[in-house]
């Protein structure tokens, strides 16, 4: 069935560093999507993406899409700890559901 | 209401009993979903219902799992016989139906809070 990886598992930053997650997926995608979960929170919507090599922006998070819609990334500038929280992506497959990576869990220290 | 609920959002059961798990999507929400999420992994796929239909169940870890919309609104997971195993948080999501945009594009999910079972 689709896999989904995400790296790396956690990461600490300093206020003020940039910060990035990759998803990788064992098949090719018709969309990915992003979440956000604060601790102790449940998933928030954050984007999605839909045509290969798309790249989107909010504000200080980018977004991107690969060439063969098999791996995305996210990249945050100048973190805040407003940014607190684990990041997941979530692929679309040919099975028509989410398939969540596994999250990436970010720490920014004040 | 403003968001998906769910209740109770707290369950402590003894192995071996059943529990009902209970998820108020968002009015006019067509799909709902049911994930699994274990600590420190992503939310996993359970089962998906179109109104009252449930289209894909092929999450379901096993039989003792069973889901059920009746009426097309209200959502309810039982588990039968809990196992320890089964401690997790459930999450309920709907989305105002799967797909958009022409079939181009999947909606976005609204997560409610979650239960968190723990099975003793």
């Known amino acids: 069935g689709q896999q989904v990886m995400q790296i790396p598992q956690y990461q600490h930053v300093q206020e003020g560093e940039d910060f990035t997650t990759y998803c990788n997926s064992s098949?090719?995608?018709?969309?990915i999507q992003w979440y956000k979960q604060r601790p102790g929170g449940h998933p928030v919507f954050l984007i999605q993406?839909?045509?290969?090599?798309e790249v989107k922006k909010q504000k200080r998070l980018t977004f991107q899409f690969g060439e063969a819609k098999k791996n995305s990334s996210l990249h945050i500038t100048a973190t805040q700890t407003t940014d607190v929280g684990t990041y997941f992506c979530a692929g679309v497959g040919s099975a028509r559901q989410l398939t969540f990576g596994s999250g990436t869990q970010l720490t920014v220290l004040p | 209401g403003a968001g998906v609920s769910q209740s109770p959002r707290y369950k402590v059961a003894k192995r071996g009993q059943d529990v009902a798990l209970r998820c108020d999507p968002i009015?006019?929400?067509?799909?709902l979903f049911w994930y699994q999420q274990a600590l420190g992994q992503g939310p996993e796929f359970l089962t998906y219902f179109q109104n009252e239909a449930q289209l894909d169940k092929s999450g379901l870890p096993s039989d003792r799992f069973f889901a059920e919309r009746p009426e097309g609104s209200v959502s309810t997971l039982k588990i039968q016989r809990t196992q320890q195993e089964d401690s997790a948080v459930y999450l309920c999501a709907s989305s105002l139906t799967v797909l958009a945009g022409g079939g181009r594009t999947y909606n976005e999910q609204f997560f409610g809070p979650g239960t968190r079972l723990t099975v003793l």
């Open positions: 098949t090719t995608l018709s969309n």
């Open positions: 993406l839909v045509k290969s090599g």
């Open positions: 009015s006019g929400h067509v799909s």
